[in-house]
């Protein structure tokens, strides 16, 4: 196993996981509060946008980290210490994927087919709260694989 190669896997599925944490570290901290204090009409376009230009954008970091994380779990061997963690962080990021799928994506398309469309969806407040749910558990599971990620060559 080169050496290199591990660890270039691992910086990358570090770096991109790390994207993903902040992401959602920043909404559950900030953007959570910012939009709980907005006019419907400002979370509505606001968000809506947000939502719009990250599902464009962020597939590609989060496919990434898996990617790198997973091919980790091959070169290291799944028996092996930083197999095993790499399994874990790779476990992680796909509960995080399926919230995501199952919880914040529907959220997502209902907001950015409001901005599409020039109107504010009526049930504005209801979805931001169920987008705003699983925010928290989001960021916490990113930690967990990032942690895992970092002691794999400790």
Not at 42 to 63: K, L, N, T, Y
Not at 92 to 107: G, N, Q, T
Not at 127 to 140: G, M, T
Request: aromatic share 8%; charged share 15%.
């Amino acid at each position: 196993m080169s050496t290199i190669l591990i660890h270039t896997l691992n910086g990358i599925a570090i770096v991109a996981t790390a994207v993903l944490f902040g992401t959602d570290v920043f909404f559950a901290l900030v953007g959570k509060k910012a939009a709980a204090k907005s006019k419907d009409s400002s979370v509505a376009d606001i968000i809506g946008h947000f939502h719009e230009i990250a599902d464009a954008r962020m597939p590609v970091i989060g496919i990434t980290a898996i990617i790198t994380t997973l091919l980790q779990i091959v070169l290291y061997g799944a028996t092996s210490y930083g197999g095993e963690l790499a399994i874990i962080a790779l476990t992680v990021l796909l509960i995080h994927l399926a919230i995501y799928f199952r919880i914040s994506k529907p959220v997502n398309n209902i907001m950015v087919e409001g901005i599409k469309f020039g109107r504010i969806v009526g049930n504005i407040r209801q979805l931001q709260q169920r987008w705003d749910k699983v925010i928290e558990l989001r960021a916490v599971l990113l930690l967990v694989a990032i942690t895992c990620l970092v002691i794999i060559n400790y």
